[in-house]
């Protein structure tokens, strides 16, 4: 199993933090988020992890078995990285890992476990953790439909806390097949429109062209980092007895 990162942007929102490095080497507890993932991966059974590059690119060519640098990052959004990746995608199952976020290696494992041809990881316990982020949950939170472990429906703007089952992670699994329906949608749209596709606005497309995509439930176990507050939240329960074994995995 192969694992691919996508690590090209700097993260503004996370300020001075990211001026000079990208956002997957911003500091949670003393390790950069990325070697949070690594160790993660490492654990969970992936035999080799591969970076997208772009932001202060230089500051990640010690990590991984290789990078791949998106020359568009400042004016494309991760549907644009994730093409850069597209030889590895193209030659077996791999893992694909957004750069701001820190998981648990059950998590991957049950990933990697899932055998349909693309799947993704969604948080049934999200409200506690968005209800320790926000003032207002909602505020962040998009619509998540799911039934029997398919997606129905993601990424839309949510009114109320019933239309959201669960909050999607960024942690997916491509298969070479799933893979290629995903590049076959996509050699339907534009340079111009795939410069402008976010992850979840992907997912919507495929599940409009009819393209089954499976859900695998987690409980907690993860966090996203956007903001120094979410940092400095974290760091709190890391500090609590227990937390540190149970993310070893």
Known sequence: MKAVILAAGRGSRL????????KPLARLAGKPLLEWQL????????????????????????????RLYNAHW???????????????????STLVCYGDIVYRPDIVRDLIASQAPLSITYDLDWWDLWSARFDDPLSDAETF????????????KAA??????????????F?????????????????????????????RALLQAGIAIAAVAVRGGWVE?????????????IAQPGWSHDWRG
């Not at 439909?145 to 839309?156: F, M, N, V």
């Open 15 to 22: 300020q001075d933090l990211t001026a000079e490095q990208p």
């Open 39 to 66: 160790q993660a991966l490492e654990n969970a059974g992936v035999d080799a992890v591969h970076l997208v590059s772009g932001y202060c690119r230089e500051a990640l060519e010690s990590y991984g078995h290789s």
């Open 74 to 92: 400042a004016t494309s959004n991760m549907v644009r990285s994730l093409l850069r990746a597209d030889s590895l995608l193209s030659s077996g």
């Open 145 to 156: 439909r799911q039934q029997a472990g398919q997606l129905l429906g993601i990424g839309e």
């Open 160 to 173: 109320r806390r019933e239309e959201i089952e669960g909050q999607y992670m960024g942690l997916l699994k």
């Open 175 to 203: 298969t070479a097949e799933g893979w290629s329906q995903v590049k076959a949608l996509l050699a339907e749209m534009s340079d111009a429109q795939i410069d402008k596709l976010d992850m979840t606005s992907l997912l």
């Open 225 to 237: 980092v956007d903001n120094p507050s979410d940092i400095a939240l974290y760091e709190q329960r």
